[in-house]
C-alpha cells in the first residue's frame, strides 16, 4: 500500500522567531508546511497550493486572521483551521468558532499541546474528504461548505460544531458510533464538554433532519452506546 502523503500546513503568523520556529518543528513532526508572514503572502500560497489545515494568527500587519478564515471558507470549505492568539477574548474565541475554526491557542502554549490539535483537527479533516459538500440528509438539503440546510424550501444556517458533527455521523453511517468517541473527534483538547453535550447536539440534529424528532428513524440511539445514522436506501 502506497504511503500516504505528508498533510500540507500553511502557517501564518507575522513574528519571525516564531513563524520559524512553527514551521521547523512542525516539519521535523512530518508535515508539509507553507510560512505565510500576512495576508497578502497567505492569499499568494492559498492561490498556489491546496492546505489540509492553516494555523492563523489573529493580528496581521495588513489585516486579520478572521478576515483569511472567511476566505479560506468560501475558497476551500475542507481546509482546516486553528487560531493562534495573544488575547484571551472570549468573544474573539466565539467569533473564530462561528468562522468554523477547529480550535483556539492562546499564546504562549505549549509544542506538544498544539501538536495535538493539529492530529485532532486533521483526523476531522478526513471526514470533509469522505463526504459530499452537499447531501441530503432526512428532510434536509445540507451545504457544509455554506453551513446552512434547506428544509421545505427554506434555508437556514447551521452551526459549525453541528456541521461537523452531522458530517462525521454521516461519514461513518451505518456504524454506531459512541458518545465518546464522537467527544474526541468533535471537540478539541481544550475544551470540557460531556456525554450529555453530543445529547443535546442530537437533539438539534434530530430537530433538523428527522419528520418526527421524538420518534427519530435516520438518527437513532444505540442504547447505552450512542449513535447510528442511517441513510434511507442503504443496508443496515
Not at 140 to 147: H, M, P, Q, R, V
Not at 193 to 203: E, G, L, M, S, Y
Amino acid at each position: 500500500m502506497a504511503e500516504r502523503p505528508p498533510s500540507r500546513l500553511l502557517v501564518v503568523e507575522d513574528e519571525a522567531n516564531l513563524g520559524s520556529t512553527l514551521t521547523e518543528r512542525l516539519t521535523r513532526e512530518g508535515y508539509s508546511v507553507a510560512w505565510a508572514r500576512s495576508l497578502r503572502q497567505a492569499r499568494q500560497e492559498l492561490v498556489t497550493g491546496r492546505f489540509q489545515l492553516a494555523i492563523l494568527d489573529v493580528g496581521l500587519p495588513d489585516g486579520s486572521g478572521f478576515t483569511l478564515a472567511g476566505e479560506i471558507r468560501s475558497r476551500s470549505p475542507g481546509t482546516a483551521m486553528i487560531f493562534l492568539t495573544a488575547l484571551g477574548d472570549p468573544e474573539q474565541r466565539v467569533q473564530g468558532l462561528e468562522l468554523g475554526a477547529e480550535d483556539y491557542v492562546v499564546k504562549p502554549f505549549h509544542f506538544q499541546e498544539l501538536v495535538l490539535r493539529v492530529e485532532n483537527a486533521l483526523r476531522r479533516h478526513r471526514h470533509w474528504e469522505e463526504v459530499p459538500g452537499r447531501i441530503e440528509v432526512g428532510r434536509a438539503l445540507i451545504d457544509f461548505a455554506g453551513l446552512k440546510a434547506t428544509v421545505d424550501g427554506r434555508t437556514t444556517a447551521i452551526g459549525a460544531r453541528e456541521a461537523a458533527l452531522l458530517r462525521f455521523l454521516v461519514a461513518r453511517q451505518g456504524t454506531v458510533v459512541s458518545r465518546d468517541e464522537i467527544l474526541d473527534e468533535i471537540w478539541s483538547c481544550g475544551e470540557y464538554p460531556t456525554p450529555r453535550t453530543v445529547d443535546n447536539f442530537i437533539v438539534k440534529l434530530r430537530r433538523l433532519i428527522e419528520s418526527d424528532p421524538e420518534h427519530p428513524s435516520i438518527l437513532r440511539t444505540a442504547w447505552g452506546t450512542g449513535y447510528l445514522l442511517q441513510l434511507p436506501g442503504t443496508s443496515e
